[in-house]
């Protein structure tokens, strides 16, 4: 049997380019084990990749400040906090970015996205003086939120949900919001165009970046189940 799979989006399943890789919709969606998708992104972004991949929409969202599995919201983080670290921030003189639509942040629910053209320097500064938020660099964005959400403890909820030991997940991802992720999972891989973090955090470095480095695990995850 295949195991349970925790996946990241972004630098994960996507091209260079940052399109979702077409090989995800060989390779997923008759996975016959749980897939979970753990992003960075707002939550409607992974529910409608699960959606199109006629999978169960069993997702971790904004760092683990939000999850999903078996028709039940978790909100896991507050986002009260971030807020008023962004709106510190912006009084400050900081900018978060995204232009006048911001559909960045329009449906995020417990965290704050920041474009990398940001003062990071700046952001760090007002974020460490609230002492209970935390920035993370994807390197995509910048993410304010609470310390005490991650994707990893996410993982944990959802995993419990569906009755699976988070060691029984392969995780694979390519970034330092991922490490969390694999500190749970049993086997996590990072691909090749991983940060430091990532890669550090990994049971192993994939020779493959992106998509290709995913398909690889994938590929091989299946032999080893037959």
Known sequence: MVPPLALDIDGTLTTPSGRVDPRVFELLPDWEAPVVFATGKAFPY??????????????????????????????????????????????RGGEVGW??????????????????DADEALLREVAAAAGDVEVVDTGYAYHVKSTDVSKGTALERVAAALG????????????????????????????????ATAREAADGVLDGAYMDGTARVLAELRERGE
């Not at 997702?59 to 028709?71: F, P, S």
């Not at 919001?177 to 991983?194: L, R």
């Open 164 to 195: 699976v030991a988070p060691a029984e997940f392969v995780a694979i991802g390519d970034s330092e919001n991922d490490a969390s992720t694999f500190a749970v999972a049993g086997e996590s891989y990072a691909v090749a165009n991983a940060d």
């Open 46 to 91: 992974p529910v409608a990749l699960a959606h199109f991949l006629g999978r169960p929409e069993t997702v971790v969202a904004e760092n683990g400040g939000v999850a999903y599995v078996d028709g039940e919201t978790l909100v896991l983080g507050d986002p009260d906090a971030p807020r008023a670290v962004v709106e510190a921030f912006k009084a």
């Open 99 to 116: 232009g006048v639509g911001d559909t960045v942040n329009r449906w995020r629910e417990t965290e704050v996205a920041l474009s990398l």
